[in-house]
């Protein structure tokens, strides 16, 4: 299925039976819409990075990472699900794409860097829909302090700072305790330095919120909830919630980072926090974009609307036509298709053209014990109107490559 070697970044790299990049994703590791000039993406990313005036700034870092680095380094345990080659993006046994932009924060602590944010695309195989793409972009940003008591200082006078810039402003916040039973203070650390540590996270992000969030419905406050979550590279970790239209959506990961990350770096005597935000979400509620594949539009009609530095809202152009096609097939028993197999096949095959993918049928044959599924593909492109004769082509593309690849039988 693969050639034995593949081309990407300018590097060969040999493959092997764990390769699973497809053309349709290598397609995509050049391009760095974080950084094209006047991009929604590059413009969230200037106005986050304004916000952090004395933060140092790297969005050029590659893509092609060890699973060590993705994983291992930052304490995932071995069986821990994303590194499955069904969530995952391997290039080889020993390289893949990043998942998250916190595979690079120990080479970043490593430079000695105590104030930064980075920006870059990453990778995951998923579904297919108009939130889920499989390669999007995340920001990573860290602050740490000396633990000790000039470093403890520094952290009080700055959370003073920040509290009273709060209080002047529009925003409601449900917060939890900064430590709890549930959610531990490292063992390594003073509880009371942790617990700064996590008030000055919690202050330094409801801030940038309240910047990228506050204006965009000014009568009403701005609401934020805190909820505590789990990172196996951060403790106490959270999660932030933000009210939008309605609804609680979910904007970023982060936590107070744990001692080995930093012992890895390399970084003694220190502590302090990091985050991980998506900006594709965030970016499609600012500008009211309706689709995530938007982003990567050529098209005038999408790139033209935006001016770099702006939040504009954005007006879509006409939709072309949608046209669904279904496949059934009997799953294979001994190599059973994933979910994501199927949508990135389809992925593969149609680009850009496939809207969404859901699987809309399963049973078991009662006497056979076959299982059967049936998906159904919505074609539409954002450009153009596309011909039956084309999506029956693509159509029967997606079928020829099930029965080949995943040596199915179709219904
Ligand atoms: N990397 C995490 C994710 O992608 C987010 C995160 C970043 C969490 C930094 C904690 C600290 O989900």
Redesign the pocket.
Known sequence: KYPPSLKILGEHHLTDEFTNVTPAILSKVDLELHTQDGHPLSTLRSIIESHYPDFSHHSSLSPIVSPWKNFDELSFPWDHPGRSMTDSYYINKSLMLR????AH?IEVFRKGEDKWLLTAD?YRRDEIDASHYPVFH?M?GARLYSADASGMEEVKEDNERLSQHLERSNIVIEDIPHISPTNPVQPTHDPAHSELIAKNLKLSLNSLLLRLFGSANSEEPLRVRWIE?Y?P??SP?FEVEVFFRGKWLEI????V?IDSTLDTANVQGKIGW???LGLERIAMILYSIPDIRLFWSTDARFLSQFEAGKITTFKPYSKYPSCYKDVSFWNPEGAPLHDNDFCDLVRDVAGDLVEDVKMIDSFVHPKSNRSSLCYRINYRSMDRSLSNEEINELQKNVVSRLTDTFGVEIR
């Open positions: 998942t998250h932009t916190s924060e990453v995340q990573e979550a990172f590279f951060t970790s970023l990961g982060c936590g980072v990091a985050f991980g």
